[in-house]
């Protein structure tokens, strides 16, 4: 009779060790499912966000030479070095090789940059992005 309990137990032992097992294996592969879904989420939203601040520097130097060719004596020769220094760093921003390790070093140098050359030409010298949801959309 002994050795009939010790198999009741047993399979009792070895049928929550494989429960125990399947959960894991479930839990890794539906972790794995979520994990790549965040990560595309904060992917697009991040690359947006970079997009939308160096956008935002393109259009600046954009005005600012349009601005120049009305007015030359707009921007300092000084100013100009450092416009045209922005201007090549907007040209080589690494912005459709999100996997480049150097892209946030050189967010940060542009950010740099940019405050230099509008603070230079008496302008606004940071970037604000403004939030806009759903409700705030106009057309």
Not at 64 to 77: G, I, K, M, S, Y
Not at 125 to 138: H, I, S, V
């Amino acid at each position: 009779m002994a050795d009939g309990v010790d198999d009741l137990f047993g399979q009792a032992l070895s049928a929550e060790e494989t429960s125990i097992e399947q959960g894991r294996v479930d839990g890794v592969r539906d972790g794995l499912v979520a994990g790549l879904a965040e990560g595309r989420e904060l992917g697009v939203q991040k690359g947006y966000e970079i997009g939308q601040e160096v956008g935002f520097y393109v259009g600046c130097v954009r005005m600012w030479r349009t601005l120049q060719a009305q007015d030359p004596a707009l921007v300092p020769e000084r100013q100009e070095r450092g416009l045209a220094a922005l201007e090549e760093q907007l040209r080589t921003f690494p912005l459709t090789d999100p996997q480049n390790e150097a892209l946030w070093d050189a967010l940060e140098r542009l950010r740099g940059r940019f405050k230099a050359v509008a603070s230079g030409l008496g302008c606004l010298q940071d970037y604000f992005p403004k939030e806009t949801g759903p409700a705030e959309l106009t057309f």
